[in-house]
């Protein structure tokens, strides 16, 4: 049997080399636990199966297909320097219960959520309770955690009398993009370490078991790294999905930081040469509390950087590094091409503005995050200037990941009390919505920070003046979720003029969580002429301005004093069909939720027609176009009645003689996407219920391939935001799609140049503004009106998001507008600097439909892509109307 104290001592020496800064040295005591470097063969040959022999093949688990397993592994000389064996997805969890077994109690395993394709999450704990003190000091943090959001005053206090007893939560996620490897070889071997090293052999890991509770996400992303792709099996790039929560691998994430609240995480990335620790540039996000934050940002990073020096690695520092132009000088004078030396005031492009990646979205749960990007040349130039120790490959790359992770462990421990004691600062400030300290010593005091002044509190309305009741309540489940807290009006309240209704929600602005509820609810904030360039679009997000839920902002200095209850859980709504005398029903399509209530019905066999014009209610209220209308007979008001208490949705009546021209709605409109696989608009259009299938179009796809079936059979209409194809027959397909009837949904500059290009309309031209991250929210006017099949049920002015900003400049005779761009103030929130390129932007059309040239197929065209990223759900009903309309 393997003698596991004989293997403890013989590694008890060499960890005392760690500290030696001894950097070949130390490199050979990282590697060693697993024998990836050291002499691998020897040591795999003393070890069974339940050893250390754990990031080196034979794997255990059922061998599968996989990308990180099948990344070179140095065992052909071809392969580059620093090949190492990845352990494979399917040796996750096995591997993961074989550490288990071996910890003494220390570690736990759990599955976390499922991936996209059904891939298990897994979240390992390591937090010993062997000794009295660590229970006590355990049982203080939860005593904290309790109180936090509600008295971090009284939890300060509680963290005072502790003093250092106390144990302080970390996060780390890895494998967050599935084609960055070595993070999650690396944080096995530091789990490992932590769980299996018996207590009082080495005081760093003692003091780790001691004070700290390990988080970490093991695979955050297990379709990509199965794939060696960066996204998940939707497509999603899940490090942009953190404020949306979309995806199931999100939402696991995020219950975690919920429930622990850790004051830092790290996330493990690859690949920046040097490596990159995530020190943001400007912009800031304006709702964190930047003084705090930079604090702890900074000073953890130095930790990591020294850490890394003594090894010989280097790193580098967007915010103390970079110029404007988003990189280091590349001059030999060390300077920035504008002649000032980089640094704070000068950096851009690696910021934390938006809350879509996982550190900012952290850092407004808890306090400190960073993105770890670890370099994996082959050169030196991973390396600290005059080192030698290079190269070292993807297994530096581990290595690096290894350094900035254990680091941050020592760092966080030994700072416990004043990380978690800042953290509830935040907490406190947020509960008496205190202002923010100005901020910050030098050299931060140039750096680019718009901390917002809060509101008082945001109004998401029930009944009067809100679209959809349904949707209000969407929004409110997702603060909820997100440890916002959220209250309700208790009775009807007038404020300047408006009524607000008993039951109408209000998220005050004196909470914890305020920052996070600022940011997702606000507009946001219009960059342009502050800023050169954003690390990655979009420039704005709001959920309350996005979403299908109308938000109201109520000013800091308003005089609004409703009384409100807290909330739990959103409100029970009632739904079902408008009582009195009915010749038909009618469902406005003005949410997501009436979209999939349409779907659900017409897949149950309901049938509906679509209304061609607006038209007047029994009450005098004006029905729009676009409304879905069903027969009034006993058996339909039955299946109504029940969908609509089911969704909360109502069904209006109208008497026979009111209704309008209309159309039969035959079935659920059949949608080709034309891209190759599943991406954000297939899971869009599925999750409203529609049937939508990637088709691709490419010179070798099914589409353009003569012998193959077409694969356009089958589907009613096509969304579009890619260009033209260049295959003979894949064109031919597509202008035979279209001659015999089918529906056309295009997005972006190309989902209108599609048309120009098919010779399908003749006049269309359009225009965008891409590059340095231009994106954001703009406003738009709704010409088309209640006599809009498109947009009918929208108001007449509404927020989009734009990712580039696109518009049309000239639209074709057999098209009408339905949305156009105000001529001047259209641009609310983000970063599109008005210029020469933008200028035939103001008051053009956003939003168009009619039909083809020869009247054969009907065409919907947005400059905006309603399905972007999953998040605007407020555009999904006109994309909804769009296709009921154009299926003919
Ligand atoms: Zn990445």
Not at 406 to 414: A, P, Q, V
Not at 590 to 601: E, F, G, H, I, K
Request: proline letters at 8%; aromatic letters at 8%; charged letters at 15%.
């Amino acid at each position: 049997m393997f003698n596991f104290q004989k293997l403890q001592r013989s590694r008890a020496p060499r960890l005392a080399l760690l500290r030696s800064f001894s950097f070949l040295l130390t490199v050979s005591i990282l590697i060693s636990p697993v024998g990836a470097l050291a002499t691998p063969e020897a040591t795999k040959s003393e070890l069974p199966q339940t050893s250390l022999a754990l990031a080196a093949p034979p794997w255990c688990g059922t061998p599968e297909p996989d990308g990180a397993g099948s990344l070179p592994d140095g065992s052909d000389p071809s392969h580059p320097a620093g090949s190492f064996p990845h352990i494979p997805y399917y040796a996750i969890g096995c591997t993961l219960a074989e550490i288990q077994a071996r910890s003494n109690g220390r570690m736990e395993v759990e599955v976390l959520g499922q991936s996209a394709l059904g891939r298990d999450m897994y979240l390992v704990t390591i937090n010993a309770l062997d000794t009295p003190q660590q229970r006590k000091d355990f049982q203080t943090w939860q005593n904290i955690r309790k109180i936090a959001l509600t008295e971090p005053q009284r939890a300060q206090d509680m963290l005072d009398r502790a003093g250092g007893d106390v144990k302080v939560p970390i996060f780390i996620q890895s494998g967050i993009h599935g084609n960055e490897s070595e993070g999650v070889d690396a944080m096995f071997e530091l789990v490992e370490r932590l769980a299996t090293t018996p207590y009082g052999a080495d005081p760093e890991v003692d003091a780790i078991l001691d004070h700290v509770v390990l988080l970490w996400n093991v695979v955050h992303n297990p379709d990509g790294r199965v794939a060696g792709a960066r996204t998940n099996g939707n497509n999603f790039d899940l490090n942009r999905d953190f404020l949306t929560q979309s995806q199931s691998e999100t939402k696991a994430a995020v219950s975690i930081m919920q429930e622990w609240l850790p004051p830092d995480i790290l996330d493990m990335h690859g690949y920046v040469t040097p490596t990159l620790i995530e020190s943001t540039t400007k912009p800031h996000n304006p709702s964190i509390d930047y003084d705090l934050w930079l604090k702890w940002n900074a000073s953890r990073i130095d930790a990591n950087e020294a850490a890394m020096n003594a090894i010989g690695l280097a790193v580098t520092r967007p915010i103390l590094d970079w110029c404007a132009n988003g990189s280091p000088p590349t001059s030999p004078d060390g300077l920035c091409p504008n002649g000032l030396p980089p640094g704070p005031s000068q950096a851009e492009g690696w910021d934390d503005w938006g809350p879509f990646y996982t550190p900012m979205y952290s850092q407004l749960v808890g306090l400190n995050g960073s993105t770890v990007e670890m370099c994996n040349r082959t050169d030196t130039r991973c390396g600290v200037p005059g080192s030698t120790a290079h190269p070292l490959g993807r297994l530096g790359a581990k290595i690096a990941q290894y350094t900035v992770g254990w680091s941050t462990l020592l760092f966080d421990l030994e700072n416990r009390h004043d990380l978690l004691w800042d953290e509830l600062e935040t907490y406190r400030r947020g509960v008496k919505n205190a202002p923010r300290p100005e901020c910050c010593e030098p050299p931060y005091e140039t750096d680019g920070f718009w901390m917002r002044k809060y509101p008082l509190a945001y109004v998401i309305p029930l009944g009067a003046g809100q679209r959809s009741d349904p949707e209000a309540n969407r929004l409110v489940d997702w603060l909820l979720t997100n440890g916002i807290l959220v209250e309700e009006m208790k009775q009807d309240t007038v404020h300047e003029g408006m009524t607000f209704e008993k039951g109408s929600y209000v998220v005050w602005m004196t909470q914890a969580h305020r920052g996070l509820a600022d940011t997702a609810l606000s507009i946001g904030t219009n960059i342009s002429g502050l800023i050169e360039r954003l690390y990655a679009p979009p420039g704005a997000w709001s959920h309350g301005y996005l979403w299908g839920a109308d938000t109201l902002v109520i000013p800091r200095e308003a005089n609004f004093a409703p009384i409100t209850n807290r909330v739990t859980k959103s409100s029970h709504l009632l739904g079902g069909v408008e009582p009195g005398v009915a010749g038909a029903y009618v469902l406005a399509i003005d949410s997501p939720t009436a979209v999939r209530t349409l779907n659900a019905l017409l897949a149950g066999g309901t049938p509906a027609q679509l209304a061609m014009a607006s038209f007047i209610s029994p009450d005098g209220a004006t029905l729009p176009a676009g409304s879905a209308i069903f027969a009034a007979d006993p058996a339909t008001k039955v299946t109504l009645a029940s969908i609509g208490r089911t969704n909360d949705v109502w069904f209006t009546r109208s008497y026979s003689d009111d209704l309008p021209a209309m159309e039969p709605i035959d079935r659920v409109p059949r949608i080709a996407v034309l891209t190759a696989a599943v991406n954000q608009d297939v899971w869009s259009l599925r999750n409203l219920g529609f049937t939508a299938d990637p088709v691709g179009t490419g010179s070798s796809s099914q589409l353009n391939d003569p012998a193959a079936a077409n694969p356009l059979d089958g589907y009613d209409l096509v969304f579009n935001t890619a260009g033209w194809p260049s295959g003979t027959t894949a064109r031919a397909r597509l202008q035979a799609f279209f001659a015999g009837g089918g529906g056309y949904i295009g997005a972006l500059l190309n989902g209108a140049n599609f048309l120009t290009s098919a010779g399908l309309v003749s006049g269309l031209t359009a225009a965008n503004r891409t590059g340095n991250g231009r994106s954001g929210i703009v406003s738009w006017n709704n010409e088309g009106g209640p006599n809009s099949p498109i947009v009918g049920a929208f108001p007449a002015q509404d927020t989009a998001i734009m990712d580039p900003p696109t518009w049309f400049t000239a639209t074709p005779a057999t098209m009408s507008v339905d949305g156009r761009l105000p001529l001047a103030g259209y641009f609310l929130a983000g970063l599109w600097q008005p210029d020469a390129q933008s200028a035939s932007a103001p008051g053009s059309a956003v939003i168009a439909h009619g039909t083809s040239t020869s009247g054969a197929a009907r065409l919907a065209i947005f400059a905006m892509n309603p399905l972007y990223r999953a998040d605007p759900e407020r555009e999904w009903a006109m994309l909804a109307s769009a296709a009921y309309w154009a299926d003919q």
